[in-house]
């Protein structure tokens, strides 16, 4: 399928590893530009831009202004911006309760989440509502939709990204001829993860409510990002989640 997306500029936040590397080389793979950024992994970021033939970017996305500035970056050294992919998050490794998880913790989650998510889209979406086009994916996750025990930070964060958030600017922008989307993955096997392995009780637990048994790879998410991204496939799609979950109805309690 033609998915018209060579030559088109696109930046992935967050771009340097796991998840966000698969959506850098699937855009690729399209003839995309691709602006590949990070905050602190500027090694990874530097290879894969060289990998692929793009750009890396750097800025710290819980600042308004370096978000700004990675735009304006982005158009002044690739020539323009169609898509961006606001990919960027924080998981706090360690599960807590919501009454053992302090004001600290709580803020720095929602920050480091819905606010840099939030940064990314104003700056990007003040660029496209001058051009009159473009496409923005938000990318949550399915503790979003379903909650997760142990990071009710988290999840609260992606949720609103994926509700309040996303319906919100998809109505701002419907006059302008921008499209805003958001994919949700569910439980997704990246490179780290089976590096350090994983206990098979918290497989089947994790696959117990879904249709397909198996995990998600990376390359699962990227497609739908792809996918949602390009006008040719999703130009009648807007305001809509996607969860990459393989049917997960739910979580074991």
Not at 8 to 14: I, P, Q, S, Y
Not at 79 to 101: Q, T
Not at 126 to 137: D, P, Q, R, Y
Not at 198 to 208: C, F, N
Request: hydrophobic letters at 40%.
């Amino acid at each position: 399928m033609e998915t018209g997306l060579g030559g088109k500029v696109v930046l992935v936040t967050g771009g340097a590893g796991g998840i966000g590397e698969s959506i850098c080389k699937k855009f690729a793979l399209e003839g995309a530009l691709v602006a590949v950024h990070f905050h602190t992994s500027s090694d990874s970021a530097e290879a894969l831009a060289e990998e692929i033939g793009g750009m890396s970017v750097k800025a710290d996305l819980r600042v308004s202004n370096e978000a700004d500035e990675m735009i304006s970056e982005v158009i002044s050294r690739m020539g323009g911006l169609d898509i961006c992919v606001a990919n960027s998050g924080l998981y706090p490794p360690d599960p807590r309760p919501m009454w053992e998880i302090d004001e600290e913790r709580w803020s720095s989650t929602l920050l480091s989440n819905l606010g840099v998510t939030a940064n990314t889209s104003r700056s990007f979406l003040s660029h496209a509502s001058k051009v009159g086009a473009g496409s923005l994916v938000l990318v949550g996750s399915t503790a979003g939709v379903y909650g997760e025990a142990g990071h009710s930070d988290y999840a609260a964060a992606k949720g609103a990204i994926t509700t309040g958030l996303l319906l919100s600017l998809k109505n701002e922008v419907s006059s302008m001829g921008i499209r805003v989307n958001a994919v949700a993955p569910g439980w997704t096997l990246t490179e780290k993860k089976a590096k350090y392995g994983l206990d098979e009780g918290v497989v089947e637990r994790a696959k117990s409510t879904m249709a397909l048994k198996k995990l998600a790879t990376p390359d699962d998410v990227a497609l739908a990002i792809v996918a949602l991204s390009s006008d040719e496939v999703s130009g009648h799609i807007t305001g809509q989640v996607i969860e990459v979950a393989g049917g997960m109805e739910g979580r074991l309690v």
